[in-house]
T-cell receptor
Framework: DAGVTQSPTHLIKTRGQQVTLRCSPK?????VSWYQQALGQGPQFIFQ???????QRGNFPDRFSGHQFPNYSSELNVNALLLGDSALYLC????????????FGNGTRLTVT | EDQVTQSPEALRLQEGESSSLNCSYT??????LFWYRQDPGKGPEFLFT???AGEEKEKERLKATLTKKESFLHITAPKPEDSATYLC??????????FGSGTQLTVLP
């Protein structure tokens, strides 16, 4: 049973560029959430998608946007990259839009130079 | 604003030396308190969910407990393979999961 898969695993971008990160949820899950984790910190909530709509959003600027596809996979897009966007980006999936625990992928390490 | 604070930031134990990790939370309308384990270079791995004060959950050498203000992760007779960062997260009425900064546990053989 495949867990949450994310691609790519590592990415290096230049300040001002745009990036797209991808996520496939665990089999049987239909809700996808994205988190940003800076070094030595806990994950911070970016947004959550359910039924192809953004349901919840954390305190992140509009440069961060996302999409969920009919097969429940998801993309995270970040425009106009800043040095401070360098972090581990984690995707998590769950079943339904409720209180069930999140299952995380191993993340995409984004470095902005 | 929901807040989760974990202590200590780092903990070094000898193999077999039991201890506890603390998670203090201020959350509007707690819907669940979650514990995760994170190994270097990996995503968090789900351990437990606690829903109400007084609830306890156990898994191998780990036991999680919950009060109205805190949760504790008790580690009994730890082994080196228990070394990891342990993250606590609270889900409030806003349905956004708020994480603490974690406790980095090192168990020495």
């Amino acid at each position: 049973d495949a867990g949450v898969t994310q691609s790519p695993t590592h990415l290096i971008k230049t300040r001002g560029q745009q990036v797209t990160l991808r996520c496939s949820p665990k089999s049987g899950h239909d809700t996808v959430s994205w988190y940003q984790q800076a070094l030595g910190q806990g994950p911070q909530f970016i947004f959550q998608y359910y039924e192809e709509e953004e349901r919840q959003r954390g305190n992140f600027p509009d440069r961060f946007s996302g999409h969920q596809f009919p097969n429940y996979s998801s993309e995270l897009n970040v425009n106009a990259l800043l040095l401070g966007d360098s972090a581990l980006y984690l995707c998590a999936s769950s079943s339904g839009w409720g209180d069930s625990p999140l299952h995380f992928g191993n993340g995409t390490r984004l470095t902005v130079t | 604003e929901d807040q989760v604070t974990q202590s200590p930031e780092a903990l070094r134990l000898q193999e077999g030396e039991s201890s506890s990790l603390n998670c203090s939370y201020t959350v509007s309308g707690l819907r669940g308190l979650f514990w995760y384990r994170q190994d270097p270079g990996k995503g968090p791995e789900f351990l437990f969910t606690l829903y109400s004060a007084g609830e306890e959950k156990e898994k191998e050498r780990l036991k999680a407990t919950l009060t109205k203000k805190e949760s504790f992760l008790h580690i009994t007779a730890p082994k080196p393979e228990d070394s990891a960062t342990y993250l606590c997260a609270a889900l409030g009425s806003a349905r956004q999961l708020t994480f603490g900064s974690g406790t980095q546990l090192t168990v020495l053989p």
